[in-house]
């Protein structure tokens, strides 16, 4: 039981956290100044989908974290794909 209360309070520490995900956001609005090519924009696509939704499924399964439910991974990888698509129109723009 101590353990689920220790690895709740770290589990903002993890991908699916609150302020990790605010900082991805972040990132990914910067890149538009940040990248000088379109075509490079498209990559953030892969580290997306690859890093960022592996690493999130890898850690749940290890850790067996309780806080966050596979709804909350989807509904965050949404958030953060919108975000995408967001600054990829103002590169384009």
Same mark, same amino acid.
């Given at each position: 039981? @101590?353990?689920?209360? $220790? @690895?709740?309070? /770290?589990?903002?520490?993890? #991908?699916? @956290?609150?302020?990790? &995900?605010? $900082?991805?956001? &972040?990132?990914?609005?910067? %890149?538009?100044? =940040?990248?000088?090519?379109? *075509? !490079?924009?498209? #990559? =953030?696509?892969?580290?997306?989908? @690859?890093? /960022?939704?592996?690493? &999130? =499924? ?13 709804? *909350? ?5 949404? $958030?953060?794909?919108? &975000? #995408? $698509? %967001?600054?990829?129109?103002?590169? !384009?723009?």
């Amino acid at each position: 039981r @101590g353990i689920h209360v $220790i @690895g709740l309070w /770290y589990t903002d520490c993890s #991908l699916s @956290g609150v302020s990790a &995900t605010l $900082i991805l956001m &972040t990132w990914i609005l910067l %890149l538009p100044w =940040v990248i000088p090519s379109r *075509s !490079h924009m498209h #990559l =953030v696509w892969l580290w997306i989908s @690859g890093a /960022y939704l592996s690493w &999130t =499924v890898l850690y749940m399964n290890i850790v067996e974290n309780v806080a966050f439910q596979i709804q *909350s991974v989807a509904s965050r990888f949404f $958030i953060i794909s919108i &975000t #995408l $698509i %967001l600054s990829q129109r103002k590169k !384009h723009h």
